[in-house]
């Protein structure tokens, strides 16, 4: 879903939205939800105190447990790092995005790939050997 929120206040209540409607839906059909806020939330700071509302918006939602809230942003940056480092981009999306996911996707998931932590590593030192220029080279 492609948001036209333009402030945390709106983005806030259309992600409710997103959370009760995938908490409903039949998850054979609905599994994931895509919550794309091209015009909310543009600076990674700003969002990343927002993923502190979402948490609380799942916790107050009763769905702790069944739904978790991924995230993925242009200027994603994680915690001790620099701003320009590659493992960043690991997270980086053209657009700012809560990604909603079914816990029980998530840990047949992992039953199917044990080593799933693996998975993140693998990303992150495939990055690392890219680096910035082989990462440009790609056109992402």
């Not at 509302?53 to 993925?72: K, N, R, T």
């Not at 994603?76 to 079914?102: V, W």
């Not at 590593?121 to 440009?136: P, Q, V, Y």
Request: net charge negative; proline share 5%; aromatic share 10%.
């Amino acid at each position: 879903m492609v948001s036209d929120a333009r402030d945390p206040d709106a983005l806030l209540e259309e992600l409710g939205e997103c959370l009760r409607t995938l908490a409903q839906a039949d998850p054979e059909q609905v599994d994931t939800v895509l919550l794309i806020h091209p015009w909310a939330l543009a600076d990674f700071y700003d969002y990343n105190e927002f993923l502190d509302e979402a948490d609380a918006a799942v916790e107050v939602l009763g769905l702790e447990g069944e739904i978790q809230v991924a995230s993925f942003h242009p200027d994603y940056q994680f915690a001790d790092t620099g701003a320009d480092d590659i493992e960043n981009y690991s997270n980086r999306s053209p657009y700012p995005t809560l990604h909603l996911l079914r816990e029980a996707s998530v840990d047949k998931a992992v039953e199917a790939f044990p080593e799933a932590d693996s998975i993140y590593e693998r990303n992150i030192e495939t990055l690392r050997e890219l680096g910035h220029e082989g990462w440009k080279k790609l056109g992402l």
